[in-house]
């Protein structure tokens, strides 16, 4: 059949000369990061006790790509996946990059709801898990979506009894026939679709095309500063965009230099890696500092230096306290490089060579000259420097449409195309951004955004619940824990039976609210709507009063 490219919504003819011409799109796929000859012998991946070198990763790559094209697979199709921090994760993505079909890599943590609500938007011709993870260890899943999607592939990674293993499909015989199927979608068209935190009822996709997530990289390792001698700790969940290419894992394959992976941010793993392997650099949310940051001093206390190789902490993906910043670097030993950035694209960095006052008190400043800015009033205008105002952005590597969603598009983007984040933010004289609130209907977990919406609908599910609103609490350790208020006429209801229904569901442990209210009735706004920052207040004094 004729080859389709992906529709999404492309920049306008004016921004893409502009983007060429600037020399920020190269017209490159993304597959030439593992590809490039002079680091062919270095070690790209550290995997536990394995270690891949750039010629294995194409080279594995490569036997996978000619595998799924044997099996019918083709450019401008689209694959769901979802794999743990391991070293497949890469290998599956620059396959599928070679092959032209764009993949979606949902979280570890992520469960049937949000797989399905992935599946059904992309229509997906492949399915990539893992046998580690409830949902790929029996038939079911797999079967309920073959129902809906029967041309679907499935594979998994680890043994099971009713699918192939990934594993083979790695290993299968070089010249392979398929291999003619091999070549990637036009740098200008969808490499893949990166996961929005989103604020609506349904997960929401965002379509990134080679180009603009290609100068993403290349931007970002530049201003980081990476070489072949960086040795890089992924221990946020490799998919997310920070880990992914701020500069992250990709950055570094664009250096040359080596990805460690770690299983979770957890302190002890981490610094026994750092230790192992000389990590020159690590990515982390804010919650995850406070735990290395007591670690540390534990550590410190007993006389041992496992961070000595450290030099440069990135910290991003949540509101980052300017006492917890200052103690960085006298603590852990490195330097701070705060992050401000979103899957949608706008990245903002510290620079390493930036003032104290600028690393410890704001969140960096746009990482390209082509970042267009605007901080504006709820009217639409520019507030003067300095004060707070809402995010409006545009440029060479941010997004202009969610994936078929015509309707929250809308509502997002303005006549000229920016992109209003949800994000409140204050902008200095030298452009640098500090984000000091939110309008996004969100709760920003410890770095793991939650769409309050969508926890809403499925609780209006239950027979005994009226009313509903999701709201964040401060919590110590997190930054922000969800609380579900809810209006009920059943006295007895339980939160672990609210917890449990969730959980049927399908939903995501991290999307469970936290804590649960039971309100006899919720603050409406003048248009009816749930007022959630009365409701704040509200459980707010009530908590106080409890304590
Ligand atoms: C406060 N809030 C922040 C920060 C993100 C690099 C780093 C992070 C992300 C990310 C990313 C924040 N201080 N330093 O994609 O490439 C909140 C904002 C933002 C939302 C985006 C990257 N850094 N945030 O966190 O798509 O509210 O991307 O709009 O997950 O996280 O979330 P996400």
Redesign the pocket.
């Known amino acids: 059949g004729a080859i389709s490219a992906i529709e999404y919504t492309q920049w306008p003819e004016e921004l893409q000369r502009r983007y060429r011409q600037s020399g920020y799109w190269i017209d490159r796929p993304l597959t030439d990061l593992i590809q490039g000859s002079d680091s062919a012998k270095n070690v790209a991946v550290i995997c536990g006790e394995r270690a891949f070198t750039y010629a294995d990763l194409d080279r594995l790559s490569s036997h996978l790509a000619a595998e799924l094209g044997q099996r019918g697979l083709c450019r401008g199709q689209t694959a769901l996946v979802q794999l743990p921090n391991i070293a497949e994760f890469y290998i599956v993505f620059f396959a599928l990059l070679k092959l032209g079909v764009a993949p979606v890599n949902a979280l570890f943590s992520h469960q049937q709801l949000e797989l399905n609500a992935y599946a059904e938007q992309l229509q997906p011709t492949l399915v990539i898990g893992s046998a580690r993870h409830k949902l790929f260890r029996s038939a079911d899943f797999t079967e309920q979506l073959k129902k809906k999607f029967p041309q679907v592939h499935v594979l998994v990674l680890g043994a099971t009894d009713y699918t192939d293993d990934l594993e083979q499909c790695l290993h299968s015989p070089e010249g392979h026939a398929g291999r003619a199927f091999c070549s990637p979608s036009a740098a200008h068209q969808v490499a893949f679709f990166q996961l929005?935190?989103g604020s609506t009822g349904t997960p929401k996709l965002i379509p990134r095309t080679h180009n603009d997530y290609y100068y993403s990289v290349r931007r970002s390792a530049e201003i980081c500063r990476l070489s072949s001698h960086t040795r890089y700790l992924c221990a946020l969940p490799a998919p997310?965009?920070?880990p992914l290419?701020?500069p992250g894992a990709l950055g570094v394959f664009h250096a040359g230099g080596t990805v460690i992976l770690a299983e979770s941010t957890e302190p002890g793993q981490c610094f026994a890696l750092v230790q192992r392997h000389g990590v020159t650099m690590a990515a982390l949310v804010p919650s995850a500092v406070n735990l290395w940051l007591s670690a540390a001093e534990r550590a410190q206390a007993r006389g041992e230096k496992p961070l000595n190789s450290l030099q440069l902490l990135q910290v991003?993906?949540?509101?980052?306290a300017e006492t917890v910043a200052r103690r960085v670097p006298t603590v852990l030993g490195c330097r701070l490089q705060?992050?401000?950035?979103?899957?949608?694209g706008l990245?903002n960095y510290t620079r390493l060579d930036d003032s104290d006052e600028k690393i410890f008190t704001t969140?960096g400043r746009p990482m390209s000259d082509g970042d267009e800015v605007r901080v504006l009033d709820e009217k639409g205008n520019p507030v003067t420097v300095g004060q707070p105002g809402l995010l409006y952005t545009r440029g060479p590597y941010t997004f202009r449409g969610y994936y078929k969603a015509p309707q929250q598009n809308a509502r997002v983007f303005d006549k000229e195309g920016f992109y209003c984040?949800?994000?409140i933010v204050q902008q200095d004289e030298d452009g640098y951004l500090r984000?000091v609130g939110?309008v996004k209907d969100q709760i920003?977990r410890g770095?793991e955004?939650i769409a309050a919406e969508e926890v809403e609908n499925l609780l209006l599910k239950h027979g005994d619940i009226e009313q509903v609103g999701l709201i964040a609490l401060q919590d110590a350790n997190l930054g922000e824990k969800s609380c579900a208020c809810i209006v009920t006429r059943n006295a007895k209801l339980k939160p672990v039976q609210l917890r449990r229904f969730l959980r049927e569901q399908g939903l995501a442990d991290y999307k469970i609210p936290d804590r649960f209210q039971f309100l006899k009735a919720l603050p409406l706004t003048a248009v009816g709507k749930i007022d959630k920052v009365a409701l704040r207040a509200q459980v707010g004094r009530r908590l106080l009063a409890e304590e």
């Open positions: 929005s935190g997310h965009n920070f290419s701020s991003g993906g949540a509101n980052f705060q992050v401000f950035g979103m899957a949608e990245v969140q984040s949800g994000d984000v939110r920003n770095g955004k």
